[in-house]
């Protein structure tokens, strides 16, 4: 592990020039103690690596040094020939490219390691659709990586979520796939949103150059975005008692609900979990379909809801 982490480094310091410390550790999981130490095992076995302290300061190969080790390990391989997002692959026009690329990469190996990719290959299958999601258009996401690309000004038209049309000028920073639905990520009016591809009803790219926030990183802000969008949705927690069986399946069940907590098995072997539902109208209509596979605990209110609406059903069928 340590030899294959230490070519990471120098490949890292290679591509990116100065990294420091912090980010070493960052996009190799381990500790800053771990990156130094590192440092030091480089510097002993004549890897030249060389650190300037300060503002932009950080760890870097001395300027002539080139390392033309490029070798990946087994578990790298297989990733690498795991089944590709094909259709978010296909809306950016690349996957055909990609897949010459990895015909050209498996070409390369040794028979042992062609043999673990296909291995791989034929076992794990990446499905980015979704169940309960529909597809969606996605006809100006061309013009949009287009601009992104290029790092150009589009003015769109953009549909919202009331269906009203509104023109923005904004400067395209990046596209997110989530699921099957694209997003632009862009900079408009001195803030960053996000614009749902599928509602874009026209987009122009003009010749004027966007501008881009230095310190911008879309996975960052991405992660953040959503974490925000999931905190302001409205809450309403049930802690439910629910059977064995039903506990496997739940997940599945539940639509935008989300399980919180779940808790050991009991005597009878059923599990305590806490739900959080958007409405407490949502969590009656769920919790009352499972039946007798679940049981409400509190809140209390729940509970006579669910009695409630159970005897509204029995009563609906006697009248019929």
């Known amino acids: 592990m340590r030899a294959d982490r230490l070519l990471s480094i120098m490949l890292l310091l290679q591509a990116h020039r100065r990294l420091t410390a912090a980010e070493l550790a960052r996009r190799l999981e381990v500790s800053e103690r771990t990156i130094h130490r590192d440092m030091e095992a480089l510097g002993s076995s004549g890897i030249p690596v060389t650190a300037e302290r300060g503002s932009g300061g950080g760890w870097s190969l001395l300027e002539p040094y080139q390392t033309t080790l490029t070798g990946l390990n087994e578990a790298e391989i297989q990733t690498l020939f795991l089944t590709r ?4 692959l296909s809306d950016l026009g690349l996957n055909q490219a990609a897949e010459a690329a990895l015909i ?58 009331d269906n009203v ?44 150059r966007c501008q881009r926030p230095p310190d911008f990183n879309l996975e960052a802000y991405w992660k953040a975005s959503a974490s925000q969008f999931q905190a302001s949705l409205p809450a309403y927690r049930v802690t439910v008692r629910v059977a064995p069986d039903l506990l496997k399946r739940l997940a599945f069940s539940l639509r935008f609900a989300r399980i919180e907590e779940t808790g050991q098995p009991g005597e009878d072997g059923w599990i305590k979990v806490v739900i959080r539902f958007q409405t407490a109208q949502e969590a009656c209509e769920h919790l009352l379909g499972f039946g007798t596979l679940a049981e409400v605990v509190e809140p209390l209110e729940m509970r006579e809801r669910i009695v409630s609406a159970a005897k509204q059903v029995l009563e609906f069928y006697k009248g019929r």
């Open 85 to 88: 997002p094909a259709r978010l």
């Open 165 to 208: 049309e509104v023109e923005r000028t904004v400067d395209p920073l990046g596209l997110v796939a989530r699921g099957n639905v694209w997003y632009l990520v862009a900079g408009v009016a001195g803030e960053i949103r996000s614009y749902r591809v599928s509602r874009v009803v026209e987009a122009a790219p003009s010749e004027t």
């Open 104 to 161: 050209k990469l498996f070409s390369t190996l040794p028979p042992v390691q062609r043999q673990g990719a296909e291995y791989a290959r034929q076992r794990i299958y990446i499905d980015t659709t979704g169940w309960r999601q529909p597809e969606e258009s996605a006809t100006w996401l061309p013009t949009l990586q287009e601009a992104v690309w290029e790092e150009r000004q589009v003015r769109l038209t953009y549909r919202r979520n």
